[in-house]
């Protein structure tokens, strides 16, 4: 049997998630909603069942579907947006290959942190008081000086995260976490062992809460100076490696 038009591309599954960027465009598909079959789906495109699982394996790297088997509401394909997925696995693969080195992405985090920053909005309303709490207590949990390395690490990522998404700037904040995350494991790989941690923590600690004093005190020139620094500091003084990638 002859492969159909469609079928013949070398990049089938293209046809697929050019369809449903269509229908997302157009309204005719929303988050929330379940995609067809892969049988409906390969019907429907003149494909083979295999391109139409290679695009929604695609699209679930991109961060733009979830799937599972089974039965019940939760059942299937369904449309999500986690756009930090994608992006952050992408960059993670460019930077293993050496496509894009380390100190590329930690001057780009320098640019989207400390922009971010220079847009943030600090008043009395319900959302920026929650997040400045929030933040207040990611850096108590952090001061806890017996707090695992990697909790510690996990922690810090939300703290710049929820003082980037003070910018009210969702693009930016998905594109700083997935810029953070992209070289999390170069920067726990070069902090060999726990004595060499343990400085190196006291004073990100006291930097920590340099920088939300700024941000609360809206003195938000001081707080990109004070990010900018602790950047620097961090990625160039602390893991002096790192920065020669």
């Not at 465009?25 to 988050?31: D, F, K, M, P, V």
């Not at 939760?74 to 952050?88: D, K, M, Q, R, W």
């Amino acid at each position: 049997m002859g492969e159909s038009s469609s079928e013949s591309s070398s990049f089938a599954y293209e046809v697929v998630l050019e369809a449903i960027e269509q229908k997302l465009r157009s309204g005719e598909l929303s988050i929330g909603d379940r995609l067809p079959s892969e049988r409906s789906m390969a019907a429907e495109f003149n494909l083979s069942r295999a391109s139409v699982r290679d695009a929604i394996r695609i699209l679930g790297v991109l961060g733009l579907v979830r799937s599972s088997t089974g039965s019940g509401p939760n059942s299937g394909t369904i449309i999500i947006s986690e756009p930090v997925a994608g992006l952050a696995a992408a960059l993670r693969l460019h930077v293993a290959s050496r496509g894009l080195s380390v100190k590329e992405i930690v001057r780009t985090r320098i640019i989207l942190e400390t922009g971010a920053a220079l847009e943030a909005v600090i008043d009395d309303s319900p959302e920026t008081l929650a997040k400045l709490a929030q933040v207040h207590e990611l850096l108590a949990r952090m001061d806890d000086p017996k707090l695992d390395r990697n909790v510690f690490h996990e922690l810090d990522t939300q703290f710049h995260v929820l003082l980037t998404s003070l910018s009210g700037n969702a693009v930016l904040e998905a594109m700083m976490e997935s810029v953070r995350l992209s070289v999390r494991d170069y920067v726990a790989n070069s902090i060999p062992t726990d004595e060499a941690w343990l400085p190196l923590a006291t004073e990100l600690r006291h930097q920590h809460h340099g920088i939300l004093d700024a941000f609360e005190s809206n003195q938000l020139d001081d707080a990109a100076r004070l990010l900018r620094s602790h950047i620097e500091w961090f990625y160039g003084t602390a893991i002096e490696d790192v920065k020669q990638r």
